[in-house]
């Protein structure tokens, strides 16, 4: 096995959590240990939780001895994790070698810095698959040099690069997607499409965005709720009802969810003034998509429908693939 093979682990399990990391960057992290034997692959899952080195060499240290995993479960916090990881690592992971999709952090913000870690737990070398160029959090690189750890940077930089381009994107003012649901035929109409588990996902990552953006005749037509409600505790986002036609039926449920915005306008401009946006919608609403709209998220049903499918003409680029039971969602870059 090479370099790749293990960047592109650690790339892949960053992709489940894709979204759903806002405001933080998805990030992954595999940890070989120092006779080459994978020892975790784990990825941060949510803002305000561990980070992915941290996630890895909890994994790895509760499988090198299980019986730090009821010390582990002490920890109320990442705070108190990593300070666990410290007291308890008994050097297991010396020389071990990690792989991590974004160069380590180095300073200490709701979580502790990553590179400090890695630099206390002794291991031999750190691959890092793209460098940080923000300016509170880069520099991991050079600390883990200082302190005598081997470090490689490149490896897999263009997957890497591609699933931090909506961090970049929403850090700098706008990060903007178009999300549809497909049968197998291309039906996007008709009722339900995806199964539970892409619905849910669809939840968790519409409980995080600024806005949510659709258009006028599909809330017409579907009459649709847009809220939260298969996870627990989700925000319902703001939504912006995008229309030439000012006058709804308020009974159409969206109207109905507590602490939410609706604005009614025939201009998206301030769509592109909030940092993370989600249209949503069928066809037409593809078709006549705003050019600044650059990423496409498609969940694809298992079935066929006796229905008019879309059609348009759309080159796109698949840059990852997930499975939600029988169902697929494919994530997608417009390129024309």
Not at 74 to 92: F, G, M, P, R, V
Not at 294 to 317: C, G, H, P, Q, V
Request: hydrophobic share 40%.
């Amino acid at each position: 096995m090479n370099d790749e093979f293990y960047m592109n682990l650690a790339i892949d399990e960053a992709w489940k959590y894709q979204f759903l990391t806002y405001p933080n960057p998805a990030v992954g992290c595999l940890i070989l240990s120092k006779n080459g034997e994978i020892l975790s692959c784990e990825a941060h899952q949510k803002a305000g939780m561990p980070h992915a080195e941290l996630n890895a060499v909890i994994s790895a240290l509760q499988r090198l001895n299980p019986n730090l995993k009821a010390v582990f479960k002490t920890a109320k916090n990442a705070n108190e994790l990593y300070a666990l990881a410290l007291q308890n690592h008994a050097n297991l992971l010396s020389g071990a070698r990690a792989y991590v999709s974004l160069e380590p952090c180095s300073h200490h913000g709701k979580t502790p810095p990553c590179a400090n870690l890695l630099k206390e737990l002794g291991f031999a070398k750190v691959i890092i698959a793209t460098k940080d160029v923000s300016e509170h959090a880069k520099g991991g690189e050079q600390v883990l040099n200082v302190a005598g750890i081997s470090t490689q940077i490149g490896v897999c930089k263009d997957r890497a690069d591609e699933l931090l381009e909506p961090f970049w994107a929403w850090s700098n003012g706008n990060f903007s997607f178009f999300k549809i649901a497909l049968t197998q035929n291309g039906v996007a109409s008709g009722g339900i499409i995806s199964n539970h588990a892409s619905r849910t996902h669809t939840h968790a990552i519409r409980s995080l965005v600024s806005l949510l953006v659709i258009g006028g005749n599909t809330v017409r037509t579907d009459r649709p709720t847009l809220d939260t409600r298969l996870i627990n505790g989700g925000k319902n986002p703001d939504v912006l009802i995008y229309s030439n036609e000012t006058k709804f039926d308020t009974s159409i449920p969206l109207f109905s969810i507590k602490d939410r915005k609706v604005t009614i306008s025939n201009s998206l401009e301030a769509a592109f003034e909030r940092h993370f946006v989600m249209f949503e919608g069928g066809g037409n609403a593809l078709s006549n998509l705003d050019k600044r709209v650059k990423w496409l998220l498609i969940y694809r049903s298992n079935e066929f429908k006796d229905a008019k499918n879309i059609s348009l003409n759309l080159k796109i680029k698949i840059m990852h693939r997930a499975e939600f039971d029988d169902n697929e969602l494919l994530w997608c870059k417009i390129i024309n």
